[in-house]
């Protein structure tokens, strides 16, 4: 596992965003007529929107072209209709989908309406295996450590369900809404296994809030009380974050990366 410290969340962003173009770039500079798209897993929420604009500046630029890219997101609120204004479909659409060349049929997110939330994340499931799995999974870190919805105490094989949040994951996600009972205490989302299962994993992990998440998934072992630490296991994961969330790395730990990237 690399971790890629940078400044701040700007410049991490700028770092993700170049990682992601050259992955799609190099993967349609090699690719034969005929075979699968470019398939990536997004995040919402505030950390991955400087990754997001970048990209969006890109695809503007004639730099990358998504036409050929499909998505799915990591998850979505029960109950929110698609265009009420908090739900992770209105999010993706109003940050991201709608400013760049991306086909509609190929962007999937969970349905948190849907008549049968289990069948709706089987259905999720098997359309990522459809597009023979996931190249590359974005994906940001809770304070409490989770990826996607997957709270202190999922499993680390779990796939796409629906999760139950937890208090201090709705008292965080209550600042995106005007107050916290308005917040969905339900989710659907990927299973750490879902994820698990790309080629590659990029973590973007900015802000001290998110230090001591960023030290237990780096410093101790996999725990599933923090559920990000399961990509120590991944053959190839990425950690980008910014100065503010190593304040709680060991000083030898943060020196170790510094030193690594520094002659990577």
């Known amino acids: 596992m690399r971790l890629i410290i940078k400044n701040d969340s700007s410049e ?21 007529d005929g075979d699968r798209p470019f ?3 997004l995040p919402t929420g505030s950390s991955p ?56 049929e ?40 989770h990826i996607a919805f997957n709270e202190p105490g999922s499993s680390l094989s779990s796939r796409t369900r629906i999760k139950t949040l937890t208090r201090d994951t709705i008292i965080v996600n209550s600042r995106f809404f005007k107050n916290i009972n308005q917040v969905p205490t339900q989710a659907l989302t990927v299973g750490v296994g879902t994820i698990m299962d790309a080629r590659e994993i990029i ?17 101790e072992g996999v725990n599933h009380m923090w559920t990000a630490s399961a ?11 910014d100065e503010d969330a190593t304040a709680e790395l060991k000083v030898k730990t943060y020196k170790y990366f510094k030193e690594i990237e520094s002659n990577y």
């Not at 008549?115 to 409490?144: A, P, Q, R, T």
């Not at 990509?231 to 974050?241: F, G, L, R, T």
Request: aromatic share 12%; charged share 25%; glycine share 8%.
């Open 12 to 32: 991490a962003g700028e770092y993700i965003s170049q990682v992601i173009k050259k992955r799609i770039n190099d993967y349609f500079k090699n690719r034969k």
């Open 39 to 41: 398939v990536i897993g």
């Open 49 to 104: 929107l400087p990754i997001y604009k970048r990209l969006i500046e890109m695809n503007k630029n004639k730099e990358i072209s998504f036409q050929d890219v499909v998505t799915f997101n990591m998850d979505e609120y029960v109950g929110l209709e698609f265009n009420h204004e908090f739900s992770y479909h209105y999010f993706m659409w109003e940050n991201f989908f709608n400013h760049i060349d991306i086909k509609k």
């Open 106 to 145: 190929n962007v999937n997110i969970l349905n948190g309406n849907s008549n049968s939330h289990e069948k709706e994340c089987e259905l999720y499931e098997e359309k990522i295996k459809s597009y023979g799995g996931i190249d590359l999974f974005l994906g940001g870190m809770g304070v409490d450590g």
């Open 203 to 219: 973590l973007i992990v900015t802000g001290h809030s998110k230090a001591m998440a960023l030290y237990k998934t780096i410093e």
């Open 231 to 241: 990509i120590q296991m991944h053959k190839k994961s990425m950690i980008v974050c």
